[in-house]
Every structure is written in structure tokens, then in C-alpha cells.
């Protein structure tokens, strides 16, 4: 069933490494990025990452449970502060901005999707999704109202705008916070297990409609999953282990998913 | 599509503030209880403040006004020479000799003390008055009466008696007439009209007819004459020995009656003196009211922090969410610092409201035992000051405001990363 979404897949556009030379922009660069989570017991999570996402891109990043997706998403997007190296959002060194420029860049070129929807309860869908609009901007106009709604439409929530999110199923809310992620337009989209709280069909939906706005809008995705199925349609597939990051084939990934499907089995 | 509210937010609130104010807003709707609670809270405490004002600011003027009004704020005397312990010694005889023959130590140089007293700052009216102790009689029993001597017109104003008559008048009194009180009246079973006979305490006798009798529901009271029927009657000749001044400000009575002493040889004795324990009694009122008022006040600020504190615990995850999406720091704050001053505005708004409407209808309560013929005095005398309760209502909402930036503030700090896994 993967054939399909195959087809499009542009990994070798945009090879892993330092020798990319294409001419489509990059938005997210990490070099030697570390994190360690400091405590009564230090926890280093991440030993110096060095990432490269460009625009239009769809990554998957997979990786056991507790390998630092969540922590690397979160760097990513600016939520976190890295204890070493450097993070770039569209060029910007992230470690020179101060609080609000940072909630700047978080509202103006990031947007995330999360495992519980976390759609806001005491607004309506439609108000939800206009979100980040309401917060940058204090209201939205009639332009980006509509275009939100468009959007809504798109994602076939056209007749739910009005519902508020405990009244909705949970992959209508996922749909709905997808839609929330691209109110501002941003450059990427951090999604972490965005269908991880769904049933396989929805979670299925929710993933083409993700897709889908990578093709439209260019929005470049990186999405944590442990659905295997989901990972082999994106574009690449980055593995965290052991505090590093590499890149996988689709082969290396397919052959090291039936090896744990097995151990599993047995 | 745009609601009529959505309109009326659109007018009022900048869109600077449209998202925290929205935010707030919702929080506020869907906080159901939680948020009834805490616009109690704050609404109690207003209550209370204007109850409790309103009930002692009440009770002191009135007790002020009873005090004051029918006594002279300043007394002029001369002064009292018995404390000079060394006089006494010296010339014991001679002394004596004195306080039996002149009882009444007079002033003779009135018309000059008063003419002084006049120019002097906060005096509302001065009045010479000749006053002492008499017998009255009806034929046979005579009965002690306090008498005073004073010109009708002036003495009104100072110790107004015309207002508490219950018969006849006593402004335009004339030569040989007399005011006296029911008490007197009773016990010498005499109505206005008929005469009565008038032994002052240095043994002149006169016989006078009634003009009036006044009820202030005090007790036994004075007879009021002319005040050259007084002079004759003690013997005074055109002297006097009392000066009776009323005053704008009477708790400023300590500097007039001070520089009285430096300016005449005579005492002159405030009101307060003889009314030190009433003093300390309102004083002591006062201080009570704004004890009350600000524990209130600190009472309710303290529940509506315990609620907006538990309300951001719940509210982490949206508040982690809401920075994700690029709220900054200042608009998290402010979301909170909002709908504190959402409870603290509706909730004072409520508490004035019920607050005066209770104050109102605890005014209207009468007594039952009022005096015949005038006003039924009130069984609580209330008063509400819109000064009290502009001052509760801002008191409320600062302190609501206070206690709302705390946890506010920790909202407005909260890791994103933190509290959303
Ligand atoms: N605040 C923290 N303090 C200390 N250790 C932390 C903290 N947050 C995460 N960790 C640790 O860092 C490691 C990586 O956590 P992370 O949430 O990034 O894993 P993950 O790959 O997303 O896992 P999962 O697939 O279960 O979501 C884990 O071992 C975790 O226990
Ligand atoms: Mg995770």
C-alpha cells in the first residue's frame, strides 16, 4: 500500500550530509547539537546531532522509546534549549534570540502537532485553528479567516468549524491541529507522533492530509513515529540510537522492522 | 457570522489585548464554579467592608452629632482656683470666704472676651451666658433646676432649644418669661402660660411666666431665660461668667480652647474633655472598621489566589500549548492578570450592589420606642459614604489583581517542554 506514496519520494534530491547541493533552501540545521537532561543523575540524551531539513521535505524520525525524539523535536522548534552546539530556524541561530523573539519564531515559522491534540476546549474548531493567528495578531482578518476555513475544508472538517473539541472524534481534532499548524504558514512543521493516539484508519487520514499540505504548501515536516508503514512514505527516515542520529534507506529500514517484528514474534 | 458580542469586543477591546482578553474570557465562562466562587469571594468581602463602614461611620455620627450639637463646643470660665494648693495653704480663710460668697466667679469683661473669641479661626458662634443652680417652685415644693441666662437668638445656635420644643416658643423671650424642660413641667404640673417662681443659689428670687417647654429626651434639662433676667438673678450686675463657642471642625477644639488660655485669663474648656471616653471609643470604632475591612479584603484575596493558582495547575498543558504556538511570556500574564480583574470588577460591582441594598434596608428599620411627635430614630444608624465604597470596590480589585500576578506570573514561566509530556 506504500507504492503509492512512493512514488514521490525524493530522498536521493536531498542526500544526507554535508555535500547537499541542492538549491532548495535549508530550514533547520543542528550542528554537534547535545542535550543532557541534568539532575540528581545527568541523563545525556543527545551527543552532538548534526541535521540538515529542507524546505518541502517530509522526514520521519524513528527510534526507540526514550532515544530523545521528543528532546530533539523540541529543539527543533525551539520549545528547547539544546546544551551544546548550534540550532539554525531559517538561518537564525536560535541561541541569540531572547523570550519573545523566540515566540516570535515559534509562531511565525514553526508549527507543532503533538500526540494529544491539545486543541484549546473552550474554543470552537474554527477558533482553535485560527490560533496562532489570534495570538500573533490579536484577531484574524477576512483573508486568513478564509483561508483557514479553506483549509478546514481540505482537511473535511468543513462541517464541524463550529463544534468544540471534546464533541469531535479524535481524528477530526488531530485534522484540526494539523490545520492549526499551518494558520501562520510557517516553514516546518514538527509533528510528534501526530497518530499516536489513533486508530489505524484515522491515523492513515491524518498522515495523507499531513502529505498532502507537504505537497501543496512545501511546508517542510518532520514527524516522530513508530509506525513503520507511516515512516517508509516520507521522504527520508532518520534513526536516533545511542544518542545519534543517521539516516536509513528504506531497505535498511524494512529489513531492521521485520528483525523486530520477529524478536517480537518469538 | 461575527456574534453581537463578538462585535461588542471589537469596540471595546484593543486587538492588542483581543486573544488574552478571549482567553480569559473562556476561562472565566467555562470555569462554571470555580469561577462563581471566587466572584463571591471578592463580592463577600466587599459586603462586608461596606456593611461594617457604613454601620460604624453611621453610629459615630450619630453619636457625634448627639454629643455636639446640644452641647458648646468650647466653654469659657474662670478658672477653677481649687487646684492651687499653695493659695490654699496661705490664706485658707480668706479663701473660703470667697467661694462661699461668690459662687459665681464671673467674667466682667465679656463683651471684650467675646468680641476676641469671635475673630478667631473654626469659631461658628459665640454666646455670653450666665449660668448656675436654682429652685423652682409652684406653690409649695421647690425643685432644683440648672438655670441659664442667654439671649434666645444667639444661644439657638450653639445650644439649639427651639428645635426641641414641644409647646409653646422660646426665640423672642421676654423680660420675665421662662423655657423649661417636660421634666420640670411634670413635677410642678405646670403648663405653658402659668408662672412659676425662680430662687437662683445667691438668694435672688423673681417670678416668671412660661413660654415654652422643650423634650430632648435627655434626662432633666435647664431653664432658659434672658440673659439680663440671669445677671439679676445671680446678682451679676452686667457681668457674666460663661462663654459658650460653637466650632466648624469640633475635633479641632484643642488649638481654639489653647489659644483662648493665651489670650484671656480664663479656662476654656473643649468639649472633649468631658467627653475623653467617647473619644477613645470611636477612635477605637474607626480603627476596628478598617481592621475588619482589610482582613476581608485579604481573606478574599487569598481564596482567589488558591483558586487561580489550582486553575493554572489545570491549565499547564493549554498554557505549554499556547507557547508553542508563539505566545509570548507577557500575553500569558496578562491572560491571568484579565480574568483576575474580571472577578474582581463583577464580584465588587456584586458586593457593592448587595452591599448597599443591605445597608439600605437596615435603614429603614425604626425603633420601636421613638419619642412621640418627632422622627422614629432609626434602629441602626447607617450611613453609606460613596467615598467607602469606591474605596472598596478599588481595594477589592487591587487586592484581586495582587493576588492574581502570583500565579499569573508562574503560568507566564511554565517550561512548554515541561508541562506537555
Ligand atoms: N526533563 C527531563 N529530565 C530528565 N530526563 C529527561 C527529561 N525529559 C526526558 N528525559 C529523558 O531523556 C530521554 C529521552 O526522552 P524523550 O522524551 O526525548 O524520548 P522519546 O524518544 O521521545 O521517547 P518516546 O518514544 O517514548 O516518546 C529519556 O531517557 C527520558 O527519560
Ligand atoms: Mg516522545
Known amino acids: 500500500m506504500n507504492s503509492g506514496n512512493d512514488e514521490a519520494i525524493t530522498v536521493d534530491k536531498?542526500?544526507?550530509?554535508?555535500?547537499?547541493?541542492?538549491?532548495?533552501?535549508?530550514?533547520?540545521?543542528?550542528?554537534g547539537l547535545k542535550k543532557t537532561y541534568f539532575g540528581k543523575v545527568d541523563v545525556p540524551v543527545l551527543h552532538g546531532l548534526n541535521i540538515r531539513i529542507h524546505a518541502r521535505e517530509f522526514v520521519a524520525v524513528i527510534g526507540q522509546s526514550?532515544?530523545?525524539?521528543?528532546?530533539?523535536?523540541?529543539?527543533?522548534?525551539?520549545?528547547?534549549?539544546?546544551?551544546?552546539?548550534?540550532?539554525?530556524?531559517?538561518?537564525?541561530?536560535?541561541?541569540?534570540?531572547d523570550e519573545d523573539e523566540l515566540a516570535r519564531l515559534r509562531s511565525?515559522?514553526?508549527?507543532?502537532?503533538?500526540?494529544?491534540?491539545?486543541?484549546?476546549?473552550?474554543?470552537?474548531?474554527?477558533?482553535?485553528?485560527?490560533?496562532?493567528?489570534?495570538?500573533?495578531h490579536g484577531e484574524a482578518n477576512?483573508?486568513?479567516?478564509?483561508?483557514?476555513?479553506?483549509?478546514?475544508?481540505?482537511?473535511?472538517?468543513?462541517?464541524?468549524?463550529?463544534?468544540h473539541p471534546d464533541e469531535m472524534s479524535g481524528g477530526?481534532?488531530?485534522?484540526?491541529?494539523?490545520?492549526?499548524?499551518?494558520?501562520?504558514?510557517?516553514?516546518?512543521?514538527?509533528?510528534?507522533?501526530?497518530?499516536?493516539?489513533?486508530?489505524s484508519r484515522s491515523g492513515e487520514e491524518v498522515f495523507a492530509m499531513m502529505r498532502e499540505m507537504n505537497r501543496e504548501s512545501g511546508v517542510a515536516f518532520v514527524m516522530?513515529?513508530?509506525?513503520?508503514?507511516?515512516?517508509?512514505?516520507?521522504?527520508?527516515?532518520?534513526?536516533?540510537?545511542?544518542?545519534?542520529?543517521?539516516?536509513?534507506?528504506?531497505?535498511?529500514?524494512?529489513?531492521?522492522?521485520?528483525?523486530?517484528s520477529k524478536q517480537s514474534g518469538d | 457570522m461575527k456574534s453581537l458580542f463578538g462585535i461588542f469586543i471589537s469596540a471595546l477591546v484593543p486587538k492588542k489585548f483581543r486573544f488574552e482578553f478571549q482567553l480569559a474570557l473562556r476561562h472565566l465562562l467555562s470555569g462554571g464554579s470555580q469561577t462563581l466562587l471566587t466572584i463571591s469571594a471578592v463580592g463577600a468581602g466587599v459586603i462586608i467592608v461596606i456593611f461594617i463602614t457604613s454601620l460604624i461611620f453611621g453610629l459615630e455620627e450619630m453619636m457625634t452629632n448627639l454629643l455636639t450639637e446640644s452641647i458648646p463646643h468650647v466653654v469659657v470660665q474662670v478658672k477653677d482656683p481649687k487646684p492651687d494648693g499653695l493659695q490654699d495653704a496661705e490664706n485658707p480663710v480668706s479663701n473660703k470666704i470667697e467661694q462661699q460668697t461668690s459662687q459665681l466667679k464671673f467674667i466682667d469683661n465679656g463683651e471684650q472676651v467675646v468680641r476676641t473669641i469671635r475673630g478667631l479661626p473654626n469659631v461658628r458662634g459665640v454666646t455670653s451666658v450666665v449660668s448656675g443652680q436654682g429652685f423652682a417652685s409652684k406653690g409649695a415644693n421647690p425643685v432644683g433646676v440648672a438655670v441659664i441666662g442667654a439671649e434666645p437668638e444667639l444661644l439657638d445656635e450653639i445650644t439649639p432649644v427651639t428645635k426641641d420644643l414641644v409647646e409653646g416658643k422660646y426665640r423672642g423671650l421676654g423680660s420675665d418669661e421662662i423655657v423649661i424642660d417636660t421634666e420640670l413641667a411634670k413635677d410642678l404640673n405646670v403648663n405653658v402660660g402659668d408662672r412659676i417662681h425662680l430662687t437662683s443659689s445667691s438668694g435672688q428670687a423673681d417670678s416668671f411666666s412660661i413660654k415654652g417647654i422643650y423634650d430632648r429626651g435627655q434626662g432633666r434639662g435647664s431653664a432658659y431665660v434672658t440673659l439680663r433676667n440671669g445677671q439679676s438673678l445671680f446678682g451679676l450686675g452686667t457681668s457674666i461668667n460663661v462663654i459658650y463657642i460653637k466650632i466648624y471642625d469640633i475635633y479641632d477644639?484643642?488649638?481654639?480652647?489653647?489659644?483662648?488660655?493665651?489670650?484671656?485669663?480664663?479656662?476654656?474648656?473643649?468639649?472633649?474633655?468631658?467627653?475623653?471616653?467617647?473619644?477613645?471609643?470611636?477612635?477605637?470604632?474607626?480603627?476596628?472598621?478598617?481592621?475588619?475591612?482589610?482582613?476581608?479584603?485579604?481573606?478574599?484575596?487569598?481564596?482567589?489566589?488558591?483558586?487561580?493558582?489550582?486553575?493554572?495547575?489545570?491549565?499547564?498543558?493549554?498554557?505549554?500549548?499556547?507557547?508553542?504556538?508563539?505566545?509570548?511570556?507577557?500575553?500569558?500574564?496578562?491572560?491571568?492578570?484579565f480574568e483576575g480583574l474580571g472577578v474582581a470588577i463583577l464580584g465588587s460591582a456584586l458586593g457593592a450592589l448587595i452591599g448597599m441594598t443591605i445597608v439600605y434596608l437596615i435603614s429603614l428599620l425604626k425603633r420601636s420606642d421613638a419619642v412621640i411627635g418627632g422622627e422614629p430614630a432609626s434602629l441602626f444608624p447607617v450611613k453609606i459614604l460613596p467615598v467607602y465604597i469606591g474605596a472598596a470596590i478599588l481595594a477589592a480589585i487591587i487586592s484581586t489583581v495582587i493576588a492574581a500576578v502570583l500565579p499569573a506570573r508562574r503560568a507566564a514561566k511554565l517550561n512548554p517542554v515541561d508541562v506537555m509530556r
Not at chain 1, 14 to 31: D, K
Not at chain 2, 263 to 284: H, Q, V
Request: aromatic share 6%; charged share 20%; hydrophobic share 45%.
Open chain 1, 14 to 31: 536531498f542526500p544526507f550530509g554535508e555535500n547537499s547541493n541542492s538549491a532548495t533552501p535549508l530550514v533547520v540545521e543542528t550542528r
Open chain 1, 66 to 97: 526514550g532515544s530523545g525524539k521528543s528532546t530533539l523535536l523540541n529543539i527543533l522548534g525551539a520549545l528547547d534549549v539544546p546544551t551544546g552546539g548550534t540550532v539554525l530556524i531559517n538561518g537564525t541561530d536560535i541561541s541569540t534570540l
Open chain 1, 108 to 136: 511565525d515559522d514553526v508549527g507543532f502537532i503533538f500526540q494529544a491534540h491539545y486543541l484549546l476546549n473552550e474554543f470552537t474548531c474554527l477558533e482553535n485553528a485560527l490560533m496562532p493567528i489570534t495570538i500573533r
Open chain 1, 142 to 163: 477576512e483573508e486568513q479567516t478564509n483561508r483557514v476555513l479553506h483549509l478546514l475544508n481540505r482537511v473535511g472538517l468543513g462541517d464541524q468549524i463550529n463544534k
Open chain 1, 172 to 199: 477530526q481534532n488531530q485534522r484540526c491541529a494539523i490545520v492549526r499548524s499551518l494558520a501562520n504558514a510557517p516553514k516546518i512543521i514538527l509533528a510528534d507522533e501526530p497518530t499516536g493516539n489513533l486508530d
Open chain 1, 224 to 260: 516522530i513515529t513508530h509506525d513503520d508503514r507511516l515512516a517508509n512514505a516520507a521522504d527520508r527516515i532518520l534513526l536516533i540510537e545511542d544518542g545519534n542520529i543517521r539516516e536509513i534507506s528504506k531497505e535498511e529500514h524494512r529489513r531492521e522492522a521485520l528483525r523486530i
Open chain 2, 253 to 337: 477644639v484643642e488649638d481654639l480652647s489653647n489659644t483662648i488660655m493665651t489670650l484671656t485669663p480664663y479656662e476654656a474648656k473643649p468639649w472633649t474633655k468631658d467627653f475623653s471616653r467617647f473619644l477613645t471609643n470611636i477612635r477605637m470604632m474607626e480603627a476596628s472598621a478598617y481592621l475588619i475591612s482589610i482582613f476581608s479584603l485579604i481573606a478574599s484575596a487569598f481564596a482567589i489566589a488558591s483558586v487561580l493558582v489550582v486553575s493554572v495547575l489545570q491549565k499547564s498543558a493549554q498554557i505549554g500549548i499556547l507557547k508553542s504556538m508563539g505566545a509570548r511570556q507577557q500575553q500569558i500574564l496578562t491572560v491571568f492578570i
